[in-house]
């Protein structure tokens, strides 16, 4: 099956700070790739969907200048999350869309910790 | 938006038992995925099946799209199948919403 990466697996930063995390599909292209969040015991969210060479879409109550995403190859997309507090204290998971199927392969998550 | 419901929410099996997991949507969708959520955080695809039935070793799926729903099917159950099953669906514009999943525990 496909196979898609993340970096880091996780990180602990101090408020303020601002964090990227890469999205990498290894060995197929993907136009499309998206980013969630998790939070413990629960279900995944949508936060945007990351198109190759344009803007993100975001989902409602996503800040998109919280968030920032670049999609700058057909297999890398990364999100930042710029300024982050506490509250951003969560599991991102990442995905991308195979081109012919739309089945989507998912990363290994990253889980942020900010102090 | 279309709504995804999963059950049961949590099941404790015995290993070598059999299950069902359900999945109901309330519209049509283009697609169904199932995943496996292990302790690691790892989602692990199962099955990419919008319609119809399909078999990968002890597991099989069964969509019926025009009943909108979808069960997955766990045989011979092992402590390694332990984790968080998902059900996603795949709305008109090609993104995945996922219900809430069903943890499972089994105990050897």
């Known amino acids: 099956g496909a196979v898609v990466s993340q970096h880091p697996s996780w990180v602990i930063c101090k408020s303020g700070t601002s964090v990227k995390i890469e999205c990498r599909s290894l060995?197929?292209?993907?136009?499309?790739m998206f980013w969630y969040r998790q939070f413990p015991k629960q279900s995944l969210m949508l936060m945007a969907t990351?198109?190759?060479?344009?803007?993100?879409?975001?989902e409602q109550g996503v800040e998109k200048d919280k968030f920032l995403i670049n999609h700058a190859s057909l297999t890398l997309s990364t999100l930042t999350v710029t300024s982050a507090h506490p509250e951003d204290s969560s599991f991102y998971i990442c995905?991308?869309?195979?081109?012919?199927?739309?089945?989507?392969?998912f990363g290994p998550g990253t889980r942020l910790t900010v102090l | 938006g279309i709504q995804v419901e999963q059950s049961p929410p949590d099941l404790i099996l015995q290993e070598g038992a059999n299950s069902t997991l359900r999945c109901n949507f309330s519209?049509?969708?283009?697609?169904l995925q199932w995943f496996h959520q292990n302790p690691w955080g790892q989602l692990i695809n199962l099955f990419y099946?919008?319609?119809g039935t399909k078999q990968n070793g002890r597991l099989s799926a069964t969509t019926v799209a025009t009943e909108r729903y979808s069960l997955l099917y766990i045989s011979s159950s092992q402590t390694t199948d332990s984790g968080v099953y998902f059900c996603?669906?795949?709305?008109?514009?090609?993104?995945?919403?996922f219900g809430s999943g069903t943890r499972l525990l089994v105990r050897p």
């Open positions: 995905s991308a869309s195979e081109e012919e199927s739309n089945e989507q392969f």
């Open positions: 060995d197929f292209q993907a136009t499309t």
């Open positions: 990351s198109n190759e060479g344009s803007k993100a879409t975001y």
């Open positions: 519209d049509s969708v283009n697609n």
């Open positions: 099946i919008p319609s």
């Open positions: 996603a669906v795949m709305d008109s514009s090609y993104k995945l919403i």
